[in-house]
């Protein structure tokens, strides 16, 4: 495993970061060779495997020169008394997102049979460069083709709901945030054929239910959200490191509250953003912040995010139709809403928010008119 482990870290840069300045002027820092954090655990019981996962995930990373991941083997019992080996592996957000991590469970499964691996297109120090040559911090007054397609886009956005959905951006924000999950009978070839039927990707269709959704709440006919981006040109797709990005989205046109005129609009709008996707959070940030144009590139009301690969089985997985609701102590500035593959092969919409900015009530009506619209565009398919 070590063996392995060394290969893959090997051929990704992102995995030799040992430090990363966020300061002005920040720097990220990269070990020459390879460092593998191996360890083995062996455990009696699965609440004893559950408690040492919680453990290595809730562990934060130092400043002390070695890598910012972890790989544990943990060995439990298996079925017919036999034992099984599990690999909990661990990353800082400044090494690995949401792709990373599918890239390192195919990668490293790819390396058992062939100790070689898959090749990599692009290094992640090669993606920093093209990045900083792409959307050049100290944006501000300078004109770039980046800079003029944003500012065209967004230009006239609003990143509120008001009035329909209350959004109280004057209240100060609390230490937690209350998260509702909603299991849906939605599996995921429901989704690819209604998809299919519209001649769309299934992310446009959630893009589509959820801006109409606010348009019903809003009253208003231009929706701005942003979504989560692969922030990954094509030479870079199997590339390691945080690289992820939020752009926003608008989404506008008569007859936005209802879903299905809402494909044609969110598929238009999100056309426009294509080539753009990857344009990092701080550079929108540096572009808009001397207030003029819009805010929203910094300050929308919601974010979203579409994940279609499979999660593995978790403990709190349920049956669809069922819904949990929890508080979590951690502060959250806005919504967050999640649609996410479950191991069954269905979907679970996951709706995070600060109770100080949005009332709950106003929620789960929200998320009603949410699910209303998903049906609408999955009419008549099974």
Known sequence: ????????????????????????????????????????????????????????????????????????????????????RTLCGVFDHHVADGRSLDLFRAELTDALGSPSGPSTAGSYVDWLRWQHEQFPMGARGRVTPASEFWRRYLDGSAPEWAPGFRFRTDEPLGKSYCRIRRKLFLSSEMLRRSAARSRVTPFILYLAAVASAISRH???????????????????????????SLVPVRVKGPGLADPVRAVPLAAAGWRQVLMWQATPREYLRQLFADGTGTTVAEQPTVDLNFNPFPHAPRPTDSAPGTESCETVAKELPRMLLCMELEADDHFSLICMFPVERFPVADVRAFLDDLLAALAALLAGVE
Not at 218 to 242: H, K, N, Q, S
């Open 1 to 84: 495993m070590a063996r392995r482990l060394y290969d893959v870290a090997a051929r990704q840069a992102a995995l030799r970061i040992t430090q990363v300045s966020l300061d002005a002027g920040g720097h990220t820092l990269f070990a020459p060779e390879p460092v593998i954090p191996l360890r083995h655990e062996v455990v009696d019981s699965d609440e004893e495997f559950h408690a040492l996962v919680r453990d290595c995930a809730g562990r934060r990373f130092g400043q002390d020169g070695g890598p910012l991941w972890t790989a544990t083997v943990v060995e439990r019992p298996g079925p017919a008394g036999g034992r099984r």
């Open 218 to 244: 809003a009253e208003a006919e231009d929706v701005t959200v942003r979504t989560m981006t692969l922030g990954r040109p094509a030479p870079f797709l199997t590339t390691y490191g945080w690289m992820s």
